[in-house]
């Protein structure tokens, strides 16, 4: 079974896919995301990321991603190759959705080269994305919070 943090980033980009055409949060339906077999707790975390983000930026589309200014990031061969076409395309896709942006691929690619990763699957991909999006290990990139695993209490 893939780690939570990985499973919360699948279910923003299914939410954040939603929302593009145009639905609102309320009509999204909670119950194909259980069909899949994502559970209650990564549900409400994956929305209550989403609400967060809109509460921190006011918006839950970064209007500097898609700007007619900022482009995307073309890669070396070198680079492209680190990734394998399914996870070039979940990049993509997660880029377009105001999820990532070009820094953080730059992030990602840093990362991988580092790790001495040399095939990013969607797997891989969804790791490096949560450790970004979601700040793990730093706690003073803006939005970050806390993420539990499911088993926690809060009093």
């Known amino acids: 079974m893939k780690p939570l943090h ?3 980033v699948e279910i923003i980009t299914f939410v954040l896919t939603e929302l593009r055409e145009d639905k609102r949060i309320a009509d999204i339906d ?6 899949k077999g994502y559970n209650s707790s990564e549900i409400s975390t994956a929305f209550s990321w989403l609400v967060d983000r809109i ?3 006011g918006s839950m589309f970064d209007e500097k991603t898609f700007s007619e200014t900022d482009s995307f990031r ?3 061969e070198a680079e492209r190759s ?3 076409e399914k996870a070039w395309g979940s990049l993509i896709q997660m880029h377009s959705l105001g999820l990532i942006d070009n820094s953080h691929i730059e992030s990602i690619i840093e990362k991988s080269l580092l790790s001495s990763i040399f095939s990013i699957d969607t797997t891989q991909l969804n790791k490096f994305v949560a450790s970004t999006i979601f700040g793990a290990g730093n706690s003073s990139m803006p939005g970050s919070r806390v993420m539990l695993k499911g088993n926690e209490t809060i009093n």
């Open 30 to 35: 909670v119950d194909n995301l259980k069909d």
């Open 6 to 8: 990985e499973r919360i």
């Open 74 to 76: 073309i890669l070396h």
């Open 55 to 57: 509460e921190f930026s």
């Open 82 to 84: 680190l990734f394998t």
